[in-house]
């Protein structure tokens, strides 16, 4: 999220972080679940390879139509969290509030997804309600620390409690969009779910950080 390094724009359209490594899918190349990109068909896309996103696992994803371009479900969801307002304030830097307007979503596949930085989120969502892959969430903006109009696509396991820590990202998306954007239907839920065993002490310690309550 935020901290982006920009890159010149030139002409009508404009992407930062343009081309995204092509990479095997950790997890295998296929699985019985539908995935979609996390933004609406039409414009062009971009985000950077694996090791491309500061600190810790997640993409960032670029649209050529900027703020506003609609974001979609990834997958058929359950609405887990949503923030319709942006708290975040730069002299506080609480890293609870550096996600902006957000959505988090529980996959049929049992991964959660989070999507930040949102300009708003769809009028009318809450949380628990059921989404389709491919259905509008919310729209791109900069909200929380971001320096330009992105979505901050995260993958993690979901925690029972709430938190910020694990929910931003702890496996790199990008061999998983790769393979979305091509129709496939490559899944991270092994790669995930092989993290947390191997983490598992990870939701305690990010539940119990002193900003946890304000994820």
Request: with cysteine; hydrophobic share 40%; proline share 8%.
């Amino acid at each position: 999220m935020g901290r982006l390094r920009i890159f010149a724009l030139t002409g009508a359209v404009a992407l930062v972080g343009i081309v995204a490594t092509a990479c095997v899918p950790p997890g295998g190349t296929s699985s019985p679940y539908h995935y979609v990109l996390p933004i609406a068909p039409g414009p062009t896309v971009g985000y950077g390879g694996v090791g491309s996103h500061h600190d810790y696992p997640a993409a960032d994803i670029f649209a050529s139509s900027g703020c506003g371009t609609p974001l979609v479900a990834p997958i058929d969801s359950r609405v887990l969290e949503l923030r319709t307002v942006d708290l975040y304030d730069a002299a506080a830097d609480n890293p609870a509030y550096r996600g902006g307007r957000y959505v988090s979503l529980l996959g049929r596949d049992g991964v959660r997804y989070y999507l930040a930085h949102l300009d708003s989120v769809a009028a009318g969502l809450a949380a628990g309600q059921a989404v389709r892959a491919g259905q509008v969430v919310g729209l791109m903006g900069r909200s929380g620390d971001a320096s330009a109009c992105h979505l901050h696509f995260g993958v993690s396991t979901p925690c029972p409690g709430k938190e910020w820590a694990v929910r931003r990202g702890v496996v790199w998306p990008q061999p998983y969009l790769d393979s979305w954007r091509k129709g496939g239907t490559a899944s991270p839920a092994a790669e995930v779910t092989a993290w947390a065993k191997a983490s598992s002490g990870a939701c305690a310690a990010a539940m119990g950080d002193p900003n946890a309550p304000n994820a």
